[in-house]
């Protein structure tokens, strides 16, 4: 079983327009550097549509071409920070609820939410209860800290309903903090919620051996890789590296693949990065090995534990 345990599904009205401004500068500024003259226009005219997929089309076809059997999906929210966007997050969870129940075998849908919002803990525990959403995502990015009262407020209820919590980890894109997004935060509620399975994402990128040492000495914290795909197609004996040391701080039942998409499907479509984790036993770079038990686990048998989906033999 393949699971795709961090992506996502969007629209362009689910985020605030400064979101889009700003990621169009860096797609400007990357495409530029590799000798492409584009503005931000063109990004948004040509590049941009291929993300907006708010029914969830483009996933499952998506993930029919990469024998994905599985994708833990969530939206981010992103308006307290950057402007409210025209669809509202509850509406946009919603969705993602409703697109759980139209494809129960392949989507697992989170809650998502900033926890400053007052209605926070509530509407997580409907969107639980009543709409049988399976998780939490949470964005710090956004503008709060890992560990501060509204978080614990949500941690609380995830306890209680007995359902793990994802967070972005990791140096984040403009205009969002990265400060806000350092693993460190997380240690506390690794303490204080020590029977809750909270997930981070990322392997916190550039905070990545920070986060292997907590790895290594906190039982209930697990690690995607989702958004390396560049390393992996551009350095792919460094990317190697960096999985062998996360599995190896970890253990290979903690650390969990993952895509982020839509974001990096142009660079290197889903199929392409399912297909170089699951040869790795064969094809891994010489001197660093990676055995068949342990790809398993990572691409699907790990998270299908967590989040309580049925392995189909």
Not at 52 to 72: F, H, Q, T
Not at 270 to 294: M, Q, S, W, Y
Request: hydrophobic residues 40%; contains cysteine.
């Amino acid at each position: 079983m393949i699971v795709d345990a961090h992506t996502h599904i969007l629209d362009k009205d689910w985020l605030p327009d400064l979101w889009w401004d700003a990621l169009a500068e860096i797609y400007v500024h990357e495409l530029q550097r590799l000798g492409t003259k584009v503005t931000k226009d063109d990004v948004k005219r040509m590049i941009f549509p291929q993300f907006y997929d708010p029914n969830g089309d483009k996933l499952l076809k998506e993930m029919d071409r990469a024998g994905i059997d599985v994708s833990i999906v969530f939206a981010v929210d992103f308006g307290l920070a950057l402007g409210e966007p025209k669809v509202s997050i509850e509406e946009q969870n919603r969705r993602i609820a409703k697109l759980q129940d139209k494809h129960p075998d392949r989507i697992v849908a989170l809650f998502t939410i900033d926890p400053r919002r007052p209605s926070a803990v509530d509407l997580f525990e409907t969107a639980v209860k009543e709409w049988g959403m399976r998780g939490l995502k949470l964005h710090p990015g956004a503008g709060f800290y890992p560990n501060s009262k509204e978080v614990y407020r949500m941690l609380e209820k995830a306890r209680e309903l007995r359902v793990p919590v994802l967070f972005h980890t990791g140096q984040v894109v403009q205009p969002l903090r990265s400060k806000y997004c350092d693993p460190i935060y997380i240690d506390d509620l690794l303490i204080d919620f020590h029977d809750l399975t909270i997930q981070v994402a990322h392997l916190s990128f550039g905070w990545r051996y920070e986060l292997f040492h907590m790895g290594s000495t906190k039982t209930n914290l697990v690690a995607d890789f989702s958004g390396w795909q560049l390393t992996a197609r551009n350095n792919p004996t460094f990317f190697c590296q960096v999985l062998r040391e996360a599995i190896d701080a970890f253990g290979p039942d903690r650390i969990l693949f993952g895509t982020d998409g839509p974001y990096l499907r142009a660079a290197m479509p889903d199929k392409d990065f399912v297909n170089f984790i699951r040869t790795l036993p064969e094809k891994a770079p010489a001197g660093i090995k990676f055995t068949e038990k342990e790809i398993n686990m990572i691409l699907g048998e790990n998270a299908a534990r967590i989040y309580g989906i049925e392995i189909k033999k």
